[in-house]
């Protein structure tokens, strides 16, 4: 069981912990087809359904191994493969990008998530760690953090050990005295622990452990769980 006396600094992941991110996505998809019917019609028409444009950053996933977690690098990229497949000015791939990312940004967060920042930013410093390309200084929560990191600003992902010692570092505290709290079995939970951290698993579907060979860490439903817990 976790105890709370140990920790001396908090790292989060972003989507799907403080926010649902398919929504956000979904919604960015469809504001980029709108400008590209405006200003690149004949992409509009290739690509006119924001599961088609899913599908073509699918593509250059595949096709581009070097970007695979570079996830504004492959957005982009993917806007360019469009325009260029379509016969439209590939120039507008970064104006298209800049559009998609401002309302990727604007995120709708989970209930608890206000409170659970106020809570844990009151206590410990709290750092960000996050495969996604979100910022928090956008979205408007930068203000409960000492610090954040993805892949485009350290150049690997997690479960990569060195992203969370670098959180680490950035608030000068042991590994073995950080807690961090995300929704990914795999990417948040066990890649922390083999990281020497400390891992609480929000679980607010009620999924079953998925990772075998591996014992569950402390799980909750909830961030509010999570305060509560910690609180106690």
Same mark, same amino acid.
């Given at each position: 069981?976790?105890?709370?006396?140990?920790?001396? %600094?908090? =790292?989060?992941? +972003?989507? $799907? *912990?403080?926010?649902?991110?398919?929504?956000?996505?979904? !919604?960015? #998809?469809?504001?980029?087809?709108?400008?590209?019917?405006?200003?690149? %019609?004949? =992409?509009?028409? +290739?690509? $006119? *359904?924001?599961?088609?444009?899913?599908?073509?950053?699918? !593509?250059? #996933?595949?096709?581009?191994?070097?970007?695979?977690?570079?996830?504004? %690098?492959?957005?982009?990229?993917?806007?360019?493969?469009?325009?260029?497949?379509?016969?439209?000015?590939?120039?507008?791939?970064?104006?298209?990008?800049?559009?998609?990312?401002?309302?990727?940004?604007?995120?709708?967060?989970?209930?608890?998530?206000?409170?659970?920042?106020?809570?844990?930013?009151?206590?410990?410093?709290?750092?960000?760690?996050?495969?996604?390309?979100?910022?928090?200084?956008?979205?408007?929560?930068?203000?409960?953090?000492?610090?954040?990191?993805?892949?485009?600003?350290?150049?690997?992902?997690?479960?990569?050990?060195?992203?969370?010692?670098?959180?680490?570092?950035?608030?000068?505290?042991?590994?073995?005295?950080?807690?961090?709290?995300?929704?990914?079995?795999?990417?948040?939970?066990?890649?922390?622990?083999?990281?020497?951290?400390?891992?609480?698993?929000?679980?607010?579907?009620?999924?079953?452990?998925?990772?075998?060979?591996?014992?569950?860490?402390?799980?909750?439903?909830?961030?509010?769980?999570?305060?509560?817990?910690?609180?106690?």
């Amino acid at each position: 069981m976790l105890d709370p006396s140990q920790i001396r %600094a908090i =790292t989060l992941d +972003l989507d $799907d *912990t403080l926010w649902p991110i398919w929504p956000t996505i979904h !919604r960015a #998809e469809e504001v980029l087809l709108l400008w590209l019917k405006e200003r690149a %019609a004949k =992409t509009a028409q +290739l690509f $006119d *359904t924001p599961k088609a444009l899913r599908a073509i950053r699918e !593509r250059v #996933e595949q096709e581009r191994p070097d970007l695979r977690h570079d996830l504004s %690098a492959m957005r982009r990229e993917s806007i360019r493969l469009a325009l260029r497949q379509a016969g439209d000015d590939e120039d507008l791939a970064t104006p298209a990008f800049d559009l998609f990312f401002a309302e990727r940004q604007r995120v709708q967060l989970f209930d608890d998530a206000l409170p659970a920042l106020e809570f844990l930013a009151r206590r410990w410093p709290v750092v960000a760690v996050t495969n996604g390309n979100a910022d928090i200084h956008h979205i408007g929560i930068g203000r409960f953090f000492r610090d954040s990191f993805n892949v485009m600003r350290t150049g690997f992902a997690k479960p990569d050990a060195r992203i969370f010692h670098l959180a680490a570092a950035a608030v000068d505290v042991p590994p073995s005295a950080v807690l961090h709290v995300g929704d990914d079995a795999k990417l948040d939970a066990v890649a922390a622990r083999d990281a020497g951290m400390h891992a609480v698993w929000l679980n607010r579907s009620g999924l079953d452990w998925p990772v075998e060979k591996e014992h569950p860490p402390t799980t909750v439903a909830s961030l509010q769980a999570l305060c509560d817990m910690l609180a106690a």
